[in-house]
């Protein structure tokens, strides 16, 4: 792949990836390094990515794995990530509650069939419509919306199995 042609395929998703960066890591610096760091990357892996049938997808993802590497690199897991916005009075019981909550909203996810559980994720996670989901998957706008219902209906019954 030539530098125009790089340019041409990756950098128009430059927004949406420093979008997730800041998204994942809540630091508009850090996000940025992020964003360089994945961007070298794929620029590395050039040649490669003529063989990717989604390109904005697969930009997302690198720029994604390089934030929670870099989380990983300052010894952020994802409970402290997720926790450190609580309010002072909330207690240790309804503390853990909600990570049983969240354990079970995951597993819920995890056992989604891959092509619901893609889509969910970057629905909720992405903040994507279901066009830029068809876009990125390669799936029809009607077969999104499917899977978003069939998905969210999973998880649903799911919780509501176990009492949630």
Not at 14 to 32: P, Y
């Amino acid at each position: 792949m030539t530098e125009k042609e790089f340019k041409e395929t990756v950098l128009p998703h430059h927004k949406m990836m420093q979008a997730e960066a800041m998204r994942l890591l809540k630091d508009r610096d850090e996000a940025l390094d992020c964003l360089q760091d994945a961007v070298t990357a794929l620029w590395k892996s050039r040649l490669e990515l003529a063989n990717v049938s989604n390109i904005k997808a697969y930009c997302i993802r690198s720029v994604t794995n390089r934030a929670l590497e870099m989380m990983r690199q300052r010894h952020i897991s994802y409970s402290e990530y997720y926790n450190k916005d609580l309010p002072s009075d909330v207690t240790a019981a309804s503390e853990v509650e909600r990570r049983e909550n969240v354990a079970a909203l995951r597993k819920a996810i995890k056992l989604l069939p891959e092509k619901e559980r893609n889509v969910v994720l970057m629905k909720a996670i992405n903040g994507m419509s279901s066009d830029e989901i068809a876009e990125a998957t390669g799936l029809t706008s009607n077969n999104v919306r499917v899977l978003l219902y069939r998905g969210r209906k999973r998880i649903k019954d799911y919780l509501k199995k176990y009492g949630l």
